[in-house]
Antibody, heavy 122, light 110 residues
Framework: QVQVVESGGGVVQPGRSLRLSCAAF????????MHWVRKAPGKGLEWVAF????????YYADSVKGRFSISRDNSKNTLYLQMNSLRAEDTAVYFC???????????????WGQGTLVSVSS | QSALTQPASVSGSPGQSITISCTGT?????????VSWYQHHPGKAPKLMIN???KRPSGVSNRFSGSTSGSTASLTISGLQAEDEADYYC??????????FGTGTKVTVL
């Protein structure tokens, strides 16, 4: 059964760092591109970052470019999001999601986790 | 990367049909037939309902259908049921491996 499970959220002060993880189960993780998507309180979903199946390519939303870094460890079936220089506006539930294409892109997200909450506050 | 425009709320009675619009630009919805739709019950994982504009994944009710015309995509829910009450988001590929979501629509079953 395909499943992705996020972890690592918590309360952090502005300007500090946090690393999120997303563990993948039930599929060949190394063959699928992955994304991070977030939802701030009272706001809609926002795409955050993409990483190719082999980790060779990554892209970011303008709102996080230069501060966030997406990576993956295919030997551990785990996706990461390193978040630096956090701001109050980064407060959100962060979801990881899979692109369903096997070593190709299908340009949508078929499996999502339930998310992990990041709260940036002094 | 401006969010796609959706109505904030849409409502209907059980059994009725409703349509949610999703308006983008020539840089996203208008350039790629790659709009997807997601149902989100708060506190749960979002669920894919439509991909590539009009394709329904296995397991999604045929009461859900999607279409695109120019820079506007639409999701129609027919035979509205209480379980359809949720937030709905469109999403479009926007080029250079980036994506843009819609502002979200709260569907209420009266």
């Amino acid at each position: 059964q395909v499943q992705v499970v996020e972890s690592g959220g918590g309360v952090v002060q502005p300007g500090r760092s946090l690393r999120l993880s997303c563990a993948a189960f039930g599929f060949t993780f190394s063959s699928y591109a992955m994304h991070w998507v977030r939802k701030a309180p009272g706001k809609g979903l926002e795409w955050v970052a993409f990483i190719s199946y082999d980790g060779s390519n990554n892209y970011y939303a303008d709102s996080v470019k230069g501060r966030f870094s997406i990576s993956r460890d295919n030997s551990k079936n785990t996706l990461y999001l390193q978040m630096n220089s956090l701001r109050a506006e980064d407060t959100a539930v962060y979801f990881c999601a899979r692109d369903p294409g096997w070593k190709v892109l299908r340009y949508h997200f078929d499996y999502w986790g339930q998310g992990t909450l990041v709260s940036v506050s002094s | 990367q401006s969010a796609l425009t959706q109505p904030a709320s849409v409502s209907g009675s059980p059994g009725q049909s409703i349509t949610i619009s999703c308006t983008g630009t020539s840089s996203d919805v208008g350039s790629y037939n790659l709009v997807s739709w997601y149902q989100h019950h708060p506190g749960k994982a979002p669920k894919l309902m439509i991909n590539e504009g009009s394709k329904r994944p296995s397991g999604v009710s045929n009461r859900f259908s999607g279409s695109t015309s120019g820079s506007t995509a639409s999701l129609t829910i027919s035979g509205l049921q209480a379980e359809d009450e949720a937030d709905y988001y469109c999403c479009s590929y926007a080029g250079s491996s980036t994506y843009v979501f819609g502002t979200g629509t709260k569907v209420t079953v009266l």
